[in-house]
């Protein structure tokens, strides 16, 4: 991305895309968060990205993502797609900031590549005295260099994408379930990865005991050649599950 960026005639990238920011930054929140235009992500010269993000989630980049500055990870939002109207001021008040950002990084004379943004966040940098130009092609130009392990990646994990959506073109049938489909295909990933079910029984009244009462067998465990940083991953997420279903009710709220 530096050498992209140092071929380009910008000093500095502004990033909205939630792929962007994740090349950029190594960090990413969620799916769900693909669409919402909330976080962003600068980039300048040779200094370490800044990312701004919701708070919780800039505060787990302080903890966990040590490959970031810590006083880079920041708590922030813009307009997310019209939800924040310009009027309440974020806008402004983050273009100020990015602005005095990358006049300390010495890049205040240079455009500044912003692959997408909401056209208030435009204006508001451009209040700021920016140049903005087209820094998605930047970014794509630096993205489109894959070395040999990245291709071998990205086509097992296609394939591995595309053997679940088969599955679930096969089991898409009037009455079936969200919830159903999305445990098949979680059933399928992990057999994928472990090469073995995760509750395998003599019998199906046992099968459906262990599911009940049982952890899942780390994916380790199967002699697979299970990468660290999955298992670590999964396990992180059979937190955040064992978490969100014991958080309490409404009713046990109240």
Known sequence: TRQALKNSNAGTLLLFDVNNIRYVSATKIGEWERDKMCRFCLLTGDDSPYVWDFGSAAMHHKRYSDWLEPDHCLAGVVGMRGTIPPEFGLMRQYAKMIAQLIKDAGMADMPVGVDYAETAMFHALQEEGLHVVD??????????????????????????????????????????????????????????????????????????????????????????????DLERAVHRARQLVDLFVAWPHDADAT
């Open 135 to 228: 820094g998605q092609q930047i970014m794509l130009a630096a993205r489109e260099i894959k070395n040999w392990d990245e291709i071998q990646l990205l086509t097992q994990a296609a394939s591995m994408v595309d053997g679940v959506y088969h599955m679930i073109y096969e089991e898409l049938k009037p009455g079936i379930r969200e919830n159903d489909i999305v445990a098949l295909s979680n059933k399928m990933l992990y057999e994928m990865v472990s090469g073995r079910r995760a509750f395998a029984r003599d019998s199906a009244a046992d099968s459906m005991a262990a599911v009940l009462k049982e952890e899942p067998p780390q994916l380790s465990s199967s002699g697979a050649a299970v990468p660290v």
